[in-house]
């Protein structure tokens, strides 16, 4: 099975732009998570989710929003982007299933976003 | 106070050595998962454990649920396992999918 993909891999945009991101599952796979990883934080729970609901959210601010597809596909949004902003975006799948068992996640290769 | 504290921070260990890396949680948990993370930025899984003892090739992960503490153990070390290693755990009551991390062990091993 082909892993978890993200688009695109890198990514440079001005202060007070906006930003979508991309990430495609293991096929079968309903539950993304978003995750923001920086120098300073370490790594942060964004969202999940599973079957086009938003399920779990991180103590991130209303710029930083989410959505899925019927295909499971998943996209993340950042707008009025701010220099602390810049950090490598994960996203990571998983058989989690509704009932929200803990399941391995399966990370893709994350954007590294910079924000000048 | 981290709900996910990790020691040590940084780790330089000759090949063959054994290693530990701990991990301590203060929150309750469903899930507690170890990951490596290697220079440019993939993540990979290398346990996930709600009990026991769980063992992988020279890699060995134990929990133990009352103490709130896991650790990983690498046997036999070798410079291809040098990474960050982090740890991190699902919570509990219907946020199983929301991982909250340690910062993270970066281990060198040297020849």
């Known amino acids: ?116 | 106070k981290n709900e996910v504290e990790q020691s040590p921070q940084n780790l330089t260990a000759q090949e063959g050595e054994f290693i530990t890396i701990n991990c301590s949680y203060s929150v309750g948990i469903s899930a507690l998962h170890w990951l490596q993370q290697h220079p440019g930025g993939g993540i990979v899984s290398l346990f996930m454990l709600s009990s026991g003892k769980k063992k992988h090739g020279r890699l060995i992960a134990t929990i133990n649920i009352q103490e709130k503490h896991s650790s990983l153990h690498i046997t036999a070390s070798h410079p291809r396992d040098s990474a960050v290693y982090i740890c991190a755990v699902s919570g509990s009551s219907g946020t199983a999918s929301k991982l909250t991390f340690g910062t993270g062990t970066r281990l060198q091993v040297t020849l």
């Open chain 1, 1 to 116: 099975k082909a892993g978890v993909t993200q688009t695109p891999r890198y990514l440079i945009k001005t202060r007070g732009q906006q930003v979508t991101l991309s990430c495609s599952p293991i096929s079968g796979h309903r539950s993304v998570s978003w995750y923001q990883q920086t120098p300073g934080q370490g790594l942060q729970f964004l969202f999940e989710y599973f079957s086009e609901t938003q399920r779990n959210k991180g103590n991130f601010p209303g710029r930083f929003s989410g959505r899925q597809f019927s295909n499971s596909r998943s996209e993340m949004n950042v707008s009025t982007l701010e220099l602390g902003d810049s950090a490598l975006y994960l996203c990571a799948s998983s058989l989690n299933t509704l009932t929200g068992t803990p399941y391995e996640q399966y990370f893709g290769p994350g954007t590294r976003l910079t924000v000048t």
